[in-house]
């Protein structure tokens, strides 16, 4: 029997060659790298974060990105299983070392017994006699496969840009004026409830520090790149200043459930730092994407309490990324409806992050090796995260008629937005909740039936996988 290819060792393509591979299907990994880089990743290893270190909450009963990491762990997520390998301590969320967490990835799929990895660029479309190929080549798809994709769904280029948040040596963090501790105290996979570094700015270091941002120098973009929309959930810090001067004292800077030890004065605002490697010498700045040239970096970040003698082991960086017109493009199964032996899995089908993209290669891998075994494999339950995925790339965000030059489809991470309704929550005398409390109960409602119908569809318990 033939192999599935897959193109692409990223988070995603990663977990589609292991998703089938372990169902029983012979799989040819292939990946450019180290033969050909991008301009984002740095070594040849699979599954490489380039961005962030965190997979964000791992909160599974309140929070959609947590439940789509218990679901991963119960469909046997080689993703899942390294992160939490390789945990770093990150109050609520999983954070990871990103080192030991690609090393662990490479080695398994190297190991694998049905899996073989083969080096070189993949250029243009596959042959025909590749009878079931998953395309999980990211938003950095090399020029010449992006364009022959195209070519083929005669679709306009759609794209926007993602930055990337400097990381800074431990050591050169003053502590006497930062501290550690997690917003109000939380704990999470690994963690201590002190696991984020925290710098206080009061409100007339923050409104300088607004003003440094918005004079600061940015990169020029090319005349072809001008007018790509950014991804909202990653806007670069000085966008988000532009939009009003107490924006990001209401994102990525605010205060709340903080208390500086080191002044009797409450936070203005505060910058959080997270730590980015098991040995703890590198954290990287919370939600500080940013285009600011690179010396402009320096300087300003430089201003903030606790940095002025900041060591950077990385600076901030932009590049574009490029999705496909999923809704229109491609099926419930992932596959491009023009050429069904074809599927996609990744950033490059329009959802946004890591777990969501390695969740779309986890169905992908499942997919195909169920169809090339000639095994039943229904859709996931629509009100499990996987399937709220595949319902946001694939659903009714643009109705066939609509042209495709005032499409409204856009990137998106896993929310309870994209979750079917649910009965209003009442308390014990049937009563309706209000306000918060209503909030929190339909979300732990949710949760809790997403993981109880994504184990019946795995014919299996959430107890009996955990275990």
């Known amino acids: 029997m033939k192999p599935i290819h897959v193109i692409g060792a990223g988070l995603a393509g990663s977990e589609a060659a292991w998703q089938a591979a372990e169902a029983g299907a012979e799989v040819i990994l292939h990946e450019m790298r180290p033969k050909r880089g991008t301009d984002a990743h740095h070594t040849g290893k699979c599954a490489e974060l380039v961005c962030s270190n965190s997979f964000r909450s791992d909160d599974h009963e309140r929070n959609a990105v947590g439940v789509l990491h218990q679901e991963m762990r119960l469909a ?12 770093l301590p990150a109050g609520g969320a999983l954070a990871v070392d990103r080192e030991g967490f690609s090393e662990e990835v490479t080695k398994r799929i190297s190991n694998h017994p049905r899996i073989q990895v083969k080096l070189g660029e993949v250029t243009a479309l596959p042959p025909e006699d590749w009878a079931s190929v998953i395309i999980a080549t990211g938003p950095l798809t090399s020029p ?32 006497s004026k930062a501290w550690f501790q997690s917003r109000y105290d939380k704990a999470g996979p690994g963690g201590t409830g002190a696991d984020y570094i925290n710098c206080a700015l009061d409100e007339d270091q923050y409104n300088a520090f607004i003003d440094a941002l918005l004079e600061g120098e940015k990169t020029e973009f090319k005349e072809w790149e001008k007018g790509t929309p950014y991804f909202e959930g990653c806007l670069p810090i000085e966008v988000m200043a532009e939009r009003g001067r107490e924006t990001l004292r209401f994102g990525p800077m605010k205060p709340v459930g903080l208390t500086n030890p080191n002044s009797d004065d409450k936070p203005y605002a505060v910058i959080q730092l997270r730590q980015d490697n098991a040995l703890g010498t590198l954290f990287n700045i ?27 082991a990385r600076l901030g960086g932009i590049h574009r990324n490029t999705f496909l017109n ?57 009100t499990s995260a996987h399937g709220a995925l595949i319902g946001h790339i694939t659903g009714g965000h643009i109705s066939e008629q609509t042209s495709s030059k005032s499409r409204s489809f856009q990137p998106m991470n896993v929310n309870f937005g994209l979750f079917p309704e649910i009965p209003a929550p009442k308390t014990q005398d049937g009563k309706r909740l209000r306000g918060k409390q209503r909030g929190v109960a339909r979300k732990q409602l949710q949760a809790a039936r997403a993981l109880q119908d994504f184990a019946a569809w795995l014919g299996t318990t959430s107890e009996d996988k955990a275990a």
């Open 76 to 87: 046997g997520s080689l993703i899942m299983s390294a992160a939490d390998a390789h945990k």
């Open 144 to 175: 010449a496969l992006s364009e022959a994709i195209s070519e083929l769904t005669g679709e306009e280029d759609l794209a926007f840009f993602d930055a990337i948040a400097p990381i800074v040596h431990r050591e050169s963090i003053d502590m």
């Open 286 to 312: 919370v939600g500080f994407q940013t285009k600011l040239k690179y010396g402009e970096q320096s300087r300003i970040f430089k201003t903030i309490p606790g940095l002025e003698g900041a060591e950077f």
């Open 326 to 382: 999923s809704p229109r493009l491609i099926t419930e199964r992932l596959q491009l409806k023009e050429r069904p032996a074809l599927r996609f899995a990744g950033q490059i089908t329009g959802v946004e992050g890591y777990v969501e993209s390695a969740a779309t290669g986890l169905l992908a891998g499942r997919f195909a090796a169920a169809e090339h075994l000639g095994q039943p494999q229904e859709l996931p339950p629509q």
